[in-house]
């Protein structure tokens, strides 16, 4: 109970920290919120956004094939509850302290499917929300379509969106995450507590000093000087006189 009630306590006090904290402001996810909206104003600015859309769509598929994984795992966890008799066989040929019981053993199982329900919830919700957010973007007038006020009042709504999107995919990816912390429990209270704690401890580097963090955080990016151009090249860059 003392192993359940930690792990409870690391996945909710982080997701305090993160989403709700006056910390979450020196997150990696908050400076990746802030890069979104500022994706989000740079598109209003393109005539061709064929970049955007792509990349749009990579975000979608990322979050579809998450989904699909944690839909799969709920799946494993009923053929783990088929199984029960066997594995606990197995288990207790080999010594190996997986549960006492088959009511702990179901339990277990069962606690682990919950969680990769509440990813698979998280995920769907979060494609539909980048959905919406690539619907918007799309109605998001051209320049000199509409008045500069109403282009960047709808580029900002796809980037809330956006935003709130990353976040519930964020909260998904946390519960596959602690899954595998909670897959310490299969092997006994100590181990359970000690794979929380490690799994605790990964995520609070991630977010606040991991290598990820202070690249985006740095603010230095590459600055490629803009090639010559000879007489032949037109005011599109191409050497096409007819483009």
């Avoid at 979450?24 to 990746?32: C, D, G, I, P, Q």
């Avoid at 792509?54 to 494993?76: D, E, K, P, V, Y």
């Avoid at 199982?109 to 957010?133: D, E, P």
Wanted: hydrophobic share 50%.
């Amino acid at each position: 109970m003392a192993a359940a009630a930690w792990f409870l306590f690391a996945w909710l006090g982080f997701n305090l920290l993160i989403d709700i904290s006056p910390l979450r402001k020196k997150t990696l996810s908050s400076a990746m919120d802030r890069y979104r909206l500022g994706w989000m104003e740079a598109m209003c600015s393109r005539e061709v956004r064929i970049m955007d859309t792509s990349i749009m769509a990579g975000l979608q598929q990322g979050t579809a094939f998450f989904a699909s994984t944690a839909l799969l795992a709920i799946g494993g966890g009923f053929a783990l509850l088929d199984a029960t008799e066997r594995i606990l066989q197995v288990a207790g040929d080999l010594s190996i302290p997986v549960a006492d019981s088959r009511a702990l053993w179901e339990i277990k199982v069962l606690g682990l499917m919950t969680i990769f329900a509440y990813g698979f919830f998280k995920f769907g919700w979060a494609y539909r929300l980048f959905n919406y957010s690539s619907i918007i973007m799309g109605a998001v007038p051209e320049p000199g379509k509409a008045s500069d006020e109403a282009i960047r009042t709808m580029a900002k709504q796809a980037g809330e969106l956006n935003v709130l999107a990353g976040r519930h995919f964020n909260r998904g990816q946390r519960a596959l995450f602690f899954a595998i912390a909670f897959l310490g429990w299969f092997a006994g209270p100590y181990v359970f507590a000690g794979t929380t704690f490690a799994v605790l401890l990964v995520l609070l580097r991630r977010q606040f000093a991991s290598r990820a963090r202070n690249a985006v955080l740095s603010g230095q990016y590459p600055v490629t000087a803009p090639a010559e151009r000879s007489g032949e090249y037109t005011a599109t860059g191409s050497s096409n006189p007819f483009t």
